[in-house]
């Protein structure tokens, strides 16, 4: 039976534009009297609050259950209200409407400057931290080691927090949330601090987290390790939950995808105009899987993906050759295949009449991107029937998500193409 560790109630959030927030949690105030004294803190004029009565929803009736042991990424654009949402579940701020109810403890790395009090040493704030979640000294001390070496900040440990450089400060921050032991883990956005080798670690130590079957929430705008690391996902728009759902994936390309309002087609069919040749007259070219069903866009880069070529042949020639070029978004070539590329015992026998053709796109090839496929048909060494060059029938194939599993392969990398290419050693002889 699977138990609810998270359940968020019709969830709202508002704020006055321009004016700070008054202090509603136990961290919060803690927070306010280090940073702000109290005789410091302004009473704030009311002539000042007046000009700043307008209200802003960051967060609009959000309702949302998880199960303890998931690990879900909680996407959206800047200003979406995902930091809000995290910061509310750690009870950094209070709800304006609606509620939270958890089981157990929760550990938060929020955005730099958050959670960690900037006048305390590193050593004082992970004490802090432990206290805030429950903990007693002892444990505390027993995790103590393992936190300090994960964030490999020894030489820094009672130099004040806001001293720390931002991915010393999220290296902390990440070690005391992942090893106070916490049963509920949130993670706002750390990948984008850290450096490579720590990024790897960080996604390595949230793996391990939720396979002991602790709960994770973990905020990125990194699409592949979201893809990676989550087992459900939820999609924020404009303060309101848009989706929530295990096919992490396709709500990853929802997300990417879904709002634009042009996707280029994956499929020409000829409307009825009659070409001129007898050779070979194209009737449909498209994008499909192994059976010829026509798939939507965007694909994955390691799914198994055809072009299909469908046309009539009216009158047999042997210098008959048909294939595609292939050109980048900004219209750079890539190649050009035909199906007379082999040696010639392996050509594919076109008959007089309708012929399907299909050809298999190599997967893990091409990187990530909208790339034109144009219609090549030519009698060789005569004449062009179809000449690429922008005037022959054109289709789009949108690649997103499935470069690599490797956890040091997270985002588009530059270049055209990404390939998967073998490693071996060779041994000393
Ligand atoms: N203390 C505040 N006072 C006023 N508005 C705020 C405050 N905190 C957040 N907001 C506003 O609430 C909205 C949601 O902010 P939030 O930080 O939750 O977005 P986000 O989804 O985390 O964005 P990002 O991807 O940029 O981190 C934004 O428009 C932001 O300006
Ligand atoms: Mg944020």
């Not at 009473?43 to 307008?54: E, F, M, V």
């Not at 026998?349 to 012929?355: A, D, F, P, V």
């Amino acid at each position: 039976m699977n138990y609810i560790a998270i359940r968020v109630d019709h969830l709202s959030k508002s704020y006055r534009i321009g004016q700070p927030e008054t202090c509603k949690t136990f961290r919060e105030l803690i927070a306010s009297r280090i940073t702000f004294p109290s005789h410091l803190i302004a009473k704030g004029g009311s002539s000042a609050r007046d000009k700043c009565n307008q209200i802003f929803w960051a967060l609009k009736n959000v309702s949302f259950e998880v199960e303890t042991g998931d690990v879900v990424g909680i996407i959206g654009r800047n200003g979406a209200g995902k930091s809000t949402l995290l910061k509310i579940l750690s009870r950094i701020t209070a709800p304006t409407e609606g509620s939270i109810d958890f089981q157990g403890r929760i550990g938060s790395l929020l955005e730099v400057g958050t959670g960690f009090h900037p006048e305390l040493s590193g050593r004082e704030n992970i004490y802090l931290s432990g206290s805030i979640l429950g903990m007693k000294r002892q444990e505390i001390d027993s995790k103590f080691d393992d936190i300090v070496k994960f964030a490999d900040i020894e030489k820094f440990l009672d130099t004040p927090a806001k001293r720390y450089s931002s991915g010393m400060y999220v290296r902390l921050a990440f070690a005391v949330a992942a090893h106070l032991d916490p049963e509920i883990l949130i993670i706002d956005e750390v990948l984008a601090v850290g450096d490579a080798v720590f990024q790897k670690k960080c996604l390595g130590k949230m793996k391990d987290v939720s396979k002991e079957g602790r709960t994770v929430l973990f905020v990125s705008h990194n699409m592949n390790a979201i893809e990676q690391l989550c087992k459900s996902c939820i999609i924020l728009e404009h303060g309101e939950l848009k989706r929530y759902g295990g096919d992490v994936r396709d709500i990853i390309k929802e997300y990417i995808f879904g709002t634009e309002d042009s996707i280029r087609s994956p499929e020409w069919v000829n409307q009825g105009c009659s070409s001129d040749n007898p050779w070979f007259n194209l009737s449909r070219f498209y994008i499909g899987d192994e059976n010829g069903n026509p798939v939507a866009m965007p694909v994955s880069s390691d799914s198994e993906i055809w072009l299909y070529i469908e046309g009539e042949i009216l009158e047999k020639d042997p210098a008959l050759t048909i294939g595609y070029a292939i050109y980048s978004d900004d219209g750079a070539i890539l190649y050009w295949s035909c199906h007379t590329d082999e040696m010639e015992d392996n050509w594919i026998k076109l008959s007089k009449g309708k012929n399907v053709i299909k050809s298999k796109l190599p997967g893990r090839f091409l990187n990530e991107g909208t790339y034109r496929l144009e219609f090549i048909a030519r009698l060789h060494c005569r004449q062009w029937i179809f000449e690429p060059g922008n005037t022959s029938p054109s289709i789009f194939l949108t690649l997103y998500g499935g470069l690599s599993e490797s956890p040091y392969w997270l985002t588009r990398r530059p270049g055209l193409l990404a390939p998967i290419i073998k490693y071996s050693k060779v041994d000393n002889k």
